[in-house]
């Protein structure tokens, strides 16, 4: 995973072949990564992210546990979600330039389908108002990307859950 994520970031997309990544992991053969993957978009997909889902999952469910049974759960899920999103980013650069190599080569966002079942469950929930999940979900990704590699995301934290906060609320709130 890791060989994947280096030779990912530091060539790119293009310069990213199962050739490329057994040189750097010091294997001989790239029967092994073939045989769990069938090509390289798939290969790139999931080890990325599922480095970034398993760090930042457990944000997630640790603010679910704290929020059990309290109305608006999703509100503090949603925070949690953009901290250690975040928090990932300061911690592992080199998954954020690769997740942007695959954004631009493939058009695959890193919208996880978890955070539109987030959305949809605190519009159902009434703790968000009625707007595009999927879009939603989008556009909180794309900011977390772009602060991510140009500002000190630990510095960007409370701004993107204000503005996240602000824009899910409806205006009763």
Not at 98 to 119: H, M, P, V
């Amino acid at each position: 995973m890791s060989a994947t994520i280096a030779v990912l970031a530091r060539r790119g997309y293009a310069g990213t072949t199962f050739e490329a990544i057994c040189a750097h992991a010091g294997l001989s053969s790239k029967r092994l990564i073939s045989y769990h993957f069938a090509g390289k978009e798939e290969l790139l997909a999931t080890v990325v992210l599922a480095e970034a889902a398993a760090f930042v999952r457990p944000a997630l469910d640790a603010a679910a546990r704290r929020e059990a049974g309290a109305q608006g759960w999703e509100r503090a899920g949603l925070a949690a979600y953009i901290r250690a999103s975040l928090d990932f980013a300061a911690a592992r650069p080199e998954h954020v330039r690769a997740l942007r190599q695959i954004a631009c080569n493939t058009g695959e966002q890193a919208a996880d389908g978890w955070l539109a079942e987030l959305f949809e469950g605190g519009q159902r929930a009434g703790a968000f108002r009625e707007f595009d999940a999927e879009l939603m979900s989008t556009v909180l990704r794309a900011s977390i990307d772009g602060v991510a590699e140009r500002l000190d995301p630990e510095g960007c934290a409370d701004e993107l859950v204000e503005i996240f906060d602000r824009a899910t609320r409806d205006g009763s709130s």
